[in-house]
């Protein structure tokens, strides 16, 4: 079967999909991995318009394609470079996928992409809400990326220098009226958002110090620090080992950062979950304070609310609205209760 027609699994999202691919950059896929592609499974998972496909080829051999058209998406286009130069940087036995290949195409319609090739990881996304074991090896996981040595010729962003999206407690205390809300006001979360805005406009200014103290203060580290954490960035292998995929963001820093973002992911899907469980959950030595955690807890709650406040991108799924909506009420509401 040629790649031309090879079978498409459409998953109905918004991305670019295989079929729908220049044959310059199809052709150079099957070059480079010296086969025929016969199925190509779109995934759903992430944010990005470029294509996300898991590739089956004749022999059985797999891989994953990410690519997308600069002339379309130059920021995702810069993006896709730096995941290559992160991912391609990391030793084999890291628990990230491995970069086969990569590579910019020039078509004959005029588009230029950029791709990655990238290994097939064999495995799942965690179960939402998350199970502990599940957790626990990302925690692992996140624990041994913070063990390997850097790779200096990346010269990443310092966490403490870039990492200023988690102060935005400080623009939300000038006050948020409903009215900038109204990108999400077609969410499910839009209503229970809009109930909780006078109570995070009255504890804006105390949680910007809060943040500052005990986050903001401690981000320094000489570790890699992803950044972007959640559950849809995480495979969970055969042998239950977390890999840990989308490298575009990451920085330099303090590894608990990771450990934090992905307890606050288990926090938004499992209400019932408390800070001192999944700091159970977390490798001893590399444990985070509880307020380092929710302090992480408070500063994503300002980050979802004033992402909500945004005009969504060209660059982005439609759906990056309602998640940002619905993680805002979730961790606004877990706070509001905490002070009841």
Known sequence: MTADTASTLSTGNQRASW???P???RTWVEQTMGDTVTTAISQSGGYSLGTADRLIFSSGKRAFLKAVDE???PDTADLHRQEARVTSSFPAYAPVPLLLANQEISATDGSHWVALLLEDIEGHQPAHPWKLDELASTFQSLTDIGQIPLAKHLELPRAEEDLDELAL???LAEGIRVEKLIHASQTS???KLVGLLSWANSHAAEYATLVDQELMSRLAGDSYVHTDLRADNILIGPQGRA???????ATVGNNQVDLALIAVDALIADPELSLSQL????PAHNR????????TLISLAGYYLYASTATPSRSTNSSLVSMRAHRASALLGRLALDHT
């Open 169 to 171: 407690w400080h623009k």
């Open 23 to 25: 044959t310059e950059l």
């Open 243 to 249: 890999i840990l995929v989308d490298w575009p963001w």
């Open 189 to 191: 979360a839009y209503h």
């Open 71 to 73: 002339s379309t998406h």
């Open 288 to 295: 985070p304070s509880e307020d380092f955690l929710r302090a």
């Open 279 to 282: 700091l159970e959950l977390m």
């Open 19 to 21: 079929q729908g691919l």
